[in-house]
């Protein structure tokens, strides 16, 4: 049986345990920037995923579905070990959540920032010594995103990037199931890899995973957007794979139509969390990337840091 939390921090604090490490994390907060990540991340390893894709393509959807997930009971090998950005998933669940009575559920769309947000998740492995992972997500709107692709000096600007541990691309299944859009679907996820790439931003030993999101509908469009997919997949797979050794690829859906099956979908997810949220074992591919991370350990907030210097100067 899985062990209770040992105790129950209150708002703010930290209770650490025998590992030193804290027992459950409680922090009320909303989505950290990168300075506040510090406090993580200087403490102690911590994967960060970086959920990047076009707008629309699903990625506060995915946040609020781990999260909740999470909320129920095990996931993925995990159990939820706390979280210092509680009300931040709160507040991007909000929207998600049916209440009684109520329609499908949504997602707000995100808003561009001056800083980079990132939501934090301890998890505790619900096998073996039950280690503590410390996962970072981070989910910019899908304009930012849009702009990285169009400059370099904006790309430039995404320095998270090259502290990533995974980079997921999510391809939009929704628009790869329809005639009319499924090339923007494909050109966006594409483009999105080619400008991190271009300006060096993903770092030699990084797992790169492009996710074709919204299952659902793509399956709803039958055979032939399932050829679509597997196409795209292809083409993909020729582009990126000598750049990209780790290149992984996903069909997801996180938040499927009433009339899919809940569980099957849950799998998918699960199974990728526990891909993102894992080190990657170093292999001989590493060594031979031209691309070096960055050794600077501030170097994960310059981006809030450049952000909001920028904001003040800016000022009147
Ligand atoms: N059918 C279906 N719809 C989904 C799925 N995942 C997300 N959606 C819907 O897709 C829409 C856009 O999702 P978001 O998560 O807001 O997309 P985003 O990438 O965060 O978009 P920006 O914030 O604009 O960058 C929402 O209406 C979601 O409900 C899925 O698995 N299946
Ligand atoms: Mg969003």
């Not at 609020?64 to 706390?82: C, I, T, V």
């Not at 210092?84 to 707000?108: D, Q």
């Not at 995404?158 to 999510?170: G, M, Q």
Request: hydrophobic share 40%; charged share 25%.
């Amino acid at each position: 049986m899985p062990e209770p939390p040992a105790v129950v921090a209150a708002q703010g604090s930290v209770v650490a345990d025998a590992e030193g490490q804290a027992s459950v994390d409680l922090f009320a907060g909303y989505e950290m920037s990168g300075a506040e990540t510090e406090d993580v991340t200087l403490r102690w390893p911590t994967q960060l995923i970086v959920l990047a894709g076009a707008e629309g393509s699903g990625k506060t959807t995915m946040l609020a579905a781990l999260y909740e997930h999470l909320g129920r009971g095990s996931f993925a090998g995990f159990d939820f070990a706390g979280s210092r950005s509680l009300l931040g998933f709160e507040k991007i669940c909000h929207a998600n959540r049916v209440v009684s009575g109520g329609t499908r559920p949504t997602t707000e769309r995100t808003i561009p920032s001056d800083e980079a947000a990132y939501y934090h998740l301890a998890l505790r492995e619900t096998s073996g010594d039950r280690r503590r992972r410390q996962v970072l997500l981070s989910a910019l709107s899908g304009e930012q995103y849009g702009w990285a692709r169009n400059s370099r000096e904006e790309c430039e600007k995404l320095t998270f990037l090259r502290r990533a541990n995974a980079i997921v691309v999510l391809v939009d299944g929704a628009k790869l199931a329809s005639l009319e859009h499924r090339n923007s679907a494909h050109t966006a996820a594409a483009g999105i890899l080619d400008a991190f790439l271009d300006a060096e931003m993903v770092p030699s030993g990084c797992h790169v995973e492009f996710v074709f999101s919204k299952l659902d509908r793509i399956r709803g469009g039958g055979d032939v957007a399932l050829g679509f997919l597997k196409q795209t997949q292809d083409k993909l797979e020729a582009k990126f794979r000598a750049h990209v050794p780790h290149l992984a690829f996903r069909e997801i859906a996180v938040r499927p139509g009433p009339t899919n099956d809940d569980e099957d979908h849950a799998k998918g997810l699960a199974s990728a969390l526990a891909t993102w949220a894992s080190p990657r074992t170093p292999s001989r591919f590493d060594d031979e990337r031209a691309m070096r991370p960055s050794s600077d350990a501030r170097e994960f907030s310059k981006y809030g840091w450049r952000r909001s210097d920028e904001a003040r100067r800016a000022k009147p």
